[in-house]
T-cell receptor
Framework: DAGITQSPRHKVTETGTPVTLRCHQT?????MYWYRQDPGHGLRLIHY???????DKGEVSDGYSVSRSKTEDFLLTLESATSSQTSVYFC?????????????FGEGSRLTVL | KNEVEQSPQNLTAQEGEFITINCSYS?????LHWLQQHPGGGIVSLFM???GKKKHGRLIATINIQEKHSSLHITASHPRDSAVYIC?????????FGTGTRLQVFP
């Protein structure tokens, strides 16, 4: 357990509204990730961070932005939510290096965009 | 073609059976992960492998780097093993996930 909490765990919102998901860790690990999980797809990387203010895009980053102003918090923002962003979102950290660190996941945040 | 392929996609078993889930990949990797996800639940890391074999309780994971293949075995399966098992590989600093194997173990 790497002390990862996600909030909110469940959210229903309307198309066009902004949404922010928060990932909080208690162990000061450097590498943090946001994934989305959809039926028929493996987990897909949205954005990742390798330190405070250091972030990069993943394979499905369109429509999403992130911020990491503190080591412990990694925020995922949907500026204007669309129905295609209905999904379960998982935050993860890598303990150690990005290439060999053990993975720990948050409990997931289920987002429904109506 | 996906870079990480798992088989089978779905698997049912009777309690007590020996189970094997396979993962093949087509990229160079620094490590391979096996993950478990219970219905409606979070994702838990079971193993991280870069060579050989690891065992934890009734779970055994093996990897053959030359053949780009890994297997997850469950001995004496139990209904609580019912979950989705996900293989993920580390390619540089990127993780590539398989789509998972859904396992149901019946009493």
């Amino acid at each position: 357990d790497a002390g990862i909490t996600q909030s909110p765990r469940h959210k229903v919102t309307e198309t066009g509204t902004p949404v922010t998901l928060r990932c909080h860790q208690t162990e000061n690990h450097r590498y943090m990730y946001w994934y989305r999980q959809d039926p028929g797809h493996g987990l897909r990387l949205i954005h990742y961070s390798y330190g405070v203010k250091d972030t990069d895009k993943g394979e499905v980053s369109d429509g999403y932005s992130v911020s990491r102003s503190k080591t412990e918090d990694f925020l995922l923002t949907l500026e204007s939510a669309t129905s295609s962003q209905t999904s379960v979102y998982f935050c993860a950290i890598s303990k150690g290096t990005a290439s060999t660190g053990e993975l720990f996941f948050g409990e997931g945040s289920r987002l429904t965009v109506l | 073609k996906n870079e990480v392929e798992q088989s089978p996609q779905n698997l049912t078993a009777q309690e007590g059976e020996f189970i094997t889930i396979n993962c093949s990949y087509s990229v160079g990797i620094s490590a391979l992960h096996w993950l478990q996800q219970h219905p409606g639940g979070g994702i838990v890391s079971l193993f991280m492998l870069s060579s050989g074999k690891k065992k934890h309780g009734r779970l055994i994971a093996t990897i053959n780097i030359q053949e780009k293949h890994s297997s997850l075995h469950i001995t004496a399966s139990h209904p609580r093993d019912s979950a989705v098992y996900i293989c993920a590989v580390r390619n540089t600093d990127k993780l590539i996930f398989g789509t998972g194997t859904r396992l149901q173990v019946f009493p």
